[in-house]
């Protein structure tokens, strides 16, 4: 659980800095990072992201194996 707030944490530091900078290439690494980070908080803790990603979702397959 420390470990997805953790990385939960770093991608919204990444968001900050891709709001806060005037490069596009640097404002594209920042926000693929983000979604890095994010994607690794639900892996490390998926039941704390799927619960409110989706109210009315009733699928119980993990949301990795949805995306496919």
Avoid at 37 to 47: I, Q, S
Avoid at 55 to 64: R, S, W, Y
Wanted: aromatic fraction near 6%; include cysteine.
């Amino acid at each position: 659980m420390t470990t997805a707030k953790c990385l939960k944490r770093q991608a919204a530091t990444c968001a900050a800095l891709a709001d806060a900078t005037y490069d596009e290439e640097s404002r594209e690494r920042y926000l693929r990072l983000e979604q890095l980070y994010l994607a690794l908080a639900e892996a490390e803790d998926p039941t704390s992201i799927e619960a409110g990603a989706f109210p009315g979702d009733t699928n119980t397959e993990p949301a990795a194996h949805r995306l496919n």
